[in-house]
């Protein structure tokens, strides 16, 4: 089973940047569309994006799109979401998982991820 650590999380103004990233062990990581989700305090996980096993497609939540881009690398299995214009509501844990499903490439906002890492903060202040 794969195993997840993201890293990257920090405190930053609205407006800054932040990079995450996620690191998987295994082998099954290239054959598996990877996700980002986020958990603030008192609300459930949400999804943020998530890209295709290949990388050749992404989908994103409607409270992230044109900010946040995720992105991968197959050769050093990581994972990546990178976060402009953050703003105080995007405040919260943030967590990589895999989908349970092999080689999925569409309509990945539906797919069911699991594998969590222990997460990373971001904290976003006005």
């Known amino acids: 089973q794969v195993q997840l650590v993201e890293s990257g999380g920090g405190s930053v103004q609205a407006g800054g940047s932040l990079r995450l990233s996620c690191a998987a062990s295994?082998?099954?990581?290239?054959?598996?569309?990877m996700g980002w989700f986020r958990q603030a305090t008192g609300k459930e996980r949400e999804f943020v994006a998530a890209?295709?096993?290949?990388?050749?497609?992404?989908d994103y939540a409607d409270s992230v799109k044109g900010r946040f881009t995720i992105s991968r690398d197959n050769g050093k299995n990581l994972l990546y979401l990178q976060m402009n214009s953050l703003k105080p509501e995007d405040t919260a844990v943030y967590y990589c998982?895999?989908?349970?499903?092999?080689?999925?490439?569409?309509?990945?906002?539906?797919?069911?991820?699991?594998?969590w890492g222990q997460g990373t903060q971001v904290t976003v202040s006005s």
């Open positions: 998982g895999q989908d349970k499903y092999w080689f999925g490439s569409t309509g990945l906002k539906s797919h069911d991820f699991g594998s």
């Open positions: 890209i295709a096993w290949s990388g050749g497609n992404t």
């Open positions: 295994g082998r099954t990581f290239s054959s598996h569309a």
